[in-house]
């Protein structure tokens, strides 16, 4: 409030957040069609493990009771993809999990293939930046995202009061 502008009645953070995160799902929606991820590309998806409509098994949420991250690159099976969630069955620790995420739960994507990143804001009640977490140890090679800082797109708005 120091510029002396208006609070808007106009919620354009949510508006922006949601568009988003539909990117998220038109991305898993064209792999899922496809029946696979197109050349070297592979994704880190971290998403709040309590949020409301993600469905985890009860072992990695005791595990991850907060944020979790994981790779979808070699090993996956069962991708369905809808307009508010996306289900996939992943392996941790040589055990096969089926995982329901909507999009809203999601708090980054990244493609380190193309070193592309999408950064969301914590849901309502949620922590207002992404803390430090340890990443799911689902099979598959661990790739290195590349640093160079380009294609990345943060979205971070902060709510007036």
Known sequence: MTDGLPDSLIPYDEIVQEALR????RVLGSVAEAGGLP???HFYITFKTQ???VDIPKRLIERFP???TIVMQNRYWDLIVDDERFSIGLSFNQVPSKLVI???????????????ELRFQAQE????????????ENDGPTAVPIEDGSNVVAVDFKRKK
């Open 22 to 25: 539909a990117v998220v799902g």
């Open 39 to 41: 050349g070297e590309h």
């Open 51 to 53: 949020a409301p409509g």
């Open 66 to 68: 907060d944020e979790m």
């Open 102 to 116: 909507p999009y809203s739960a999601i708090t980054a994507f990244q493609d380190p293939a193309v070193s592309f």
């Open 125 to 136: 009640g949620a922590e207002d930046t992404l803390g430090d977490h340890d990443e799911a």
